[in-house]
């Protein structure tokens, strides 16, 4: 986390369908809301392989501003119910905040 940094920002990039899986496991633990984008995925069989999973090209990227000290529980709760091993086939990571209009 960047030193002072007081939100985080978290990406789940998923299968197209999944992002309303990935808001509600995100809210039951203290989000308030994000921001949905389409898009579509590139990978190649060689990744396919390496994670062992059938990659969908559709993709829906969510991505949620929360307070620093909730970060970690929003995404062990979305990688829970949306993440590789569920239908949504989802990772997650998050991104430090540096500034915001709230700072």
Same mark, same amino acid.
């Given at each position: 986390? $960047? ?21 509600? !496991? !995100?809210? $039951? ?75």
């Amino acid at each position: 986390m $960047a030193e002072g940094s007081k939100f985080e920002l978290v990406v789940c990039i998923v299968n197209a369908g999944y992002s309303e899986t990935v808001m509600q !496991a !995100a809210r $039951a633990v203290g989000a308030k809301g994000g921001s949905i984008i389409r898009g579509r995925g590139s990978a190649n069989p060689e990744a396919e392989e390496f994670f062992n999973i059938n990659i969908q090209p559709d993709k829906e990227v969510v991505l949620i501003l929360v307070s620093a000290d909730i970060k970690d529980n929003v995404i062990k709760s979305v990688y829970k119910n949306a993440g590789l091993s569920t239908e949504g086939v989802g990772i997650v990571f998050s991104l430090p905040v540096s500034k915001t209009t709230f700072d």
